[in-house]
């Protein structure tokens, strides 16, 4: 059994939006997705998908997708992410999802002895990205992501997931990087980054104990990235 992670899958078979308009690296993404996770997750494994899953903007719009994913190899946690306008209340998600699939909202979930935390997060205050900041969206992702954290048993390791990048590499806020290193958190993977120059705005590696990974599909190549806790 081991953990993987891939963001923003921006499946869109339940409506009409093609990927390919972002640039020729999305054409035919959906059908990369779906062999190379078979070529890398096995059956017992847990792919972490934070963020950005389905362009639908209904929940039947985005059945289909779901349906998709389900297929793949693997057992699956979501979590919504700023372009997810399906995602509903927390009940009604899981309620929908497809039988070997989980989905977090600012709580937890406990796979293999592992907290999976979480929460979409947000544009960071002073940012480098483009897109507005707004700071009282930005505090009260903080507070869902300590929440979440400090829902989880103290005494299990913790993978936490973010859409948004928890800090960027450009410097300026420091975003939710305290409040994942007070809580011990062991991974932090997130998503949301794309083209190469965004990409390289993305902390990753290892930080005060924190190991980041950027897991945006288009800078791993669409392919689930391995994450040993």
Avoid at 82 to 87: F, G
Avoid at 103 to 113: M, Q, S, T
Avoid at 198 to 216: K, S, T
């Amino acid at each position: 059994m081991a953990f993987f992670a891939l963001a923003d899958l921006h499946l869109g078979f339940g409506v009409d939006k093609p990927m390919d308009v972002f640039g020729p690296q999305w054409a035919g993404h959906a059908d990369r997705i779906a062999l190379n996770w078979r070529r890398t997750v096995g059956d017992d494994d847990i792919v972490l998908v934070p963020g950005d899953i389905s362009w639908a903007m209904k929940p039947a719009q985005a059945a289909v997708d779901l349906e998709f994913i389900a297929a793949l190899p693997g057992r699956k946690i979501l979590m919504r992410g700023n372009h997810d306008y399906w995602w509903q209340s927390l009940a009604k998600v899981r309620a929908a999802l497809p039988a070997g699939m989980n989905a977090i909202h600012n709580d937890f979930v406990a796979e293999e002895g592992v907290a999976i935390c979480g929460t979409r997060g947000w544009n960071l205050p002073g940012g480098c990205l483009p897109g507005g900041d707004d700071p009282r969206i930005f505090q009260r992702e903080r507070a869902r992501l300590e929440l979440s954290l400090a829902a989880a048993p103290a005494a299990l390791p913790k993978i936490a997931m973010l859409h948004f990048p928890p800090a960027l590499a450009c410097g300026g806020d420091p975003g939710f990087t305290d409040i994942l290193e007070r809580f011990a958190v062991k991974i932090c993977v997130y998503g949301h980054l794309h083209g190469e120059k965004d990409h390289a705005l993305g902390i990753r590696g290892e930080r005060n104990g924190v190991r980041y990974v950027l897991c945006a599909a288009d800078a791993v190549e669409f392919t689930p990235v391995r994450i040993d806790v």
